[in-house]
Structures are given as C-alpha cells and as structure tokens.
C-alpha cells in the first residue's frame, strides 16, 4: 500500500499564508504526479493544483497566480505554497499521489486531508 500524509494547515487571516506539504511513503514503485483537492463544507471537492513528477503543472483559475504547487521526487513529497488567503479558500485539503505500487499496479491514493480555515 502507499499512504500518503498532509501536514500545514491551520487558521490564518485574510492576506496570509501558508505551506501544505504531503509525503507518500510505503510500497511506491514510482510516482506519476501528485496534487491537491479542496473542500468547503456543503460544496463538492474541486481541483486545486497538479503536478507531474516531471514539473508539468497545473491550476484551478481561482489559485492561479496565488498558489504554487511543487514536488521534491528524492522524497516523494508534494507542497502547495499558499500566498494571498481569501475567506473562500477554506476548506479541507487533500492530498493524491498517481502512483504505481511496487505490485506494478497503478493507482490513485489520498491523503486523510488538512483544514485551511481562513478567518480574521
């Protein structure tokens, strides 16, 4: 199995920031990309930032410019770099790994989440 933890989230004002990581460890064979989704209570999960193991990077609209997401392969770690919080970025966020185990099986593994909460 391959788990994957998150850690950084936490309370922060409007205009602050903040660095979520996630480390996937266990029975990885390799990783394909990693990334983040989000979501706020009574809303559906969305899309934040992708990454391929490669760089290739991806943004919802709403982040862009505001959010960077970035992946260190020698730890097979994930970061979403967060500037500039709005009220409407809270939310859970949770970290994915496109992995493929050392079984050879390809898969999609999720993170428990972290909460953003973005309040003054």
């Known amino acids: 199995h391959v788990q994957l933890v998150e850690s950084g989230g936490g309370l922060v004002q409007p205009g602050g920031s903040l660095r979520l990581s996630c480390a996937a460890s266990?029975?990885?064979?390799?990783?394909?990309?990693m990334g983040w989704h989000r979501q706020a209570p009574g809303k559906q999960r969305e899309l934040v930032a992708t990454?391929?193991?490669?760089?290739?990077?991806n943004y919802a609209v709403s982040v862009d410019g505001r959010f960077t997401i970035s992946i260190d392969k020698t730890k097979n770690t994930v970061y979403l770099q967060m500037n500039s919080l709005k009220p409407e970025d809270t939310a859970g966020y949770y970290c994915?790994?496109?992995?493929?185990?050392?079984?050879?099986?390809?898969?999609?593994?999720w993170g428990q989440g972290t909460q953003v909460t973005i309040s003054s």
């Open positions: 994915y790994a496109d992995a493929t185990s050392d079984q050879r099986l390809r898969s999609i593994y």
């Open positions: 266990g029975r990885i064979f390799s990783i394909h990309g």
């Open positions: 990454t391929t193991s490669g760089g290739i990077t």
